[in-house]
T-cell receptor
Framework: KNEVEQSPQNLTAQEGEFITINCSYS?????LHWLQQHPGGGIVSLFM???GKKKHGRLIATINIQEKHSSLHITASHPRDSAVYIC????????????FGAGTRLTVKP | NAGVTQTPKFQVLKTGQSMTLQCAQD?????MSWYRQDPGMGLRLIHY???????DQGEVPNGYNVSRSTTEDFPLRLLSAAPSQTSVYFC?????????????FGSGTQLSVL
């Protein structure tokens, strides 16, 4: 079993819909990152969380340390949000190595 | 600023050939790392460096060598390529590698080993 599990694997939405992507992890962490990977492009860091909630534009990230769970929400989704969203954790028990989820592929249709 | 620059973007090798993937950053970051990304799996750490002259192994180091002679450059060497090394490779950097730091990624290298 992977230490970082994301759901769903694939997600198709209509423009304007509210999107939720989930991330569960099984190790103790010092930080959780949400990343965005566009087709054919590199990877961009969206958020780094160690507790609570962060918001940037239409993106909101939350984390529940006790439940070992994080969510990434996109409000008023747009076709340009189509990308792979990756959850990653840093674990002190693993020398602060990052462990990555397999990603959620989001497609937003106009 | 260029950020993190990776070259080449694409490469095809035959089994047994050697090559070097280049990674350079212009942000004066101490921490640099190499990852591979395979279908259906998360990114996995190959090697990392916390400063010039200092490198260490990650989760999947076998078949790869690294060196860090300058702060800016962190090349990844495949000494004898194998089909199992077919993957997309990403270089990343951050200031010190501390847990609360954002990682900056290169645009990736798609490598096929035949």
């Amino acid at each position: 079993k992977n230490e970082v599990e994301q759901s769903p694997q694939n997600l198709t939405a209509q423009e304007g819909e509210f999107i939720t992507i989930n991330c569960s992890y099984s190790v103790g962490i010092s930080a959780l990152h949400w990343l965005q990977q566009h087709p054919g492009g590199g990877i961009v860091s969206l958020f780094m969380l160690s507790s609570g909630k962060k918001k940037h534009g239409r993106l909101i990230a939350t984390i529940n340390i006790q439940e070992k769970h994080s969510s990434l929400h996109i409000t008023a989704s747009h076709p340009r949000d189509s990308a792979v969203y990756i959850c990653a954790v840093r674990s002190p028990s693993r020398n602060n190595d990052m462990r990555f989820g397999a990603g959620t592929r989001l497609t937003v249709k106009p | 600023n260029a950020g993190v620059t990776q070259t080449p973007k694409f490469q095809v090798l035959k089994t047994g050939q050697s090559m070097t993937l280049q990674c350079a950053q212009d942000m004066n970051h101490e921490y640099m790392s190499w990852y591979r990304q395979d279908p259906g799996m998360g990114l996995r750490l190959i090697h990392y460096s916390v400063g010039a002259g200092i490198t260490d192994q990650g989760e999947v180091p076998n078949g790869y060598n690294v060196s860090r002679s300058t702060t800016e450059d962190f090349p990844l060497r495949l000494l004898s390529a194998a089909p199992s090394q077919t993957s997309v490779y990403f270089c990343a950097s951050s200031w010190t590698g501390a847990t609360n730091e954002k990682l900056f990624f290169g645009s990736g290298t798609q490598l096929s080993v035949l």
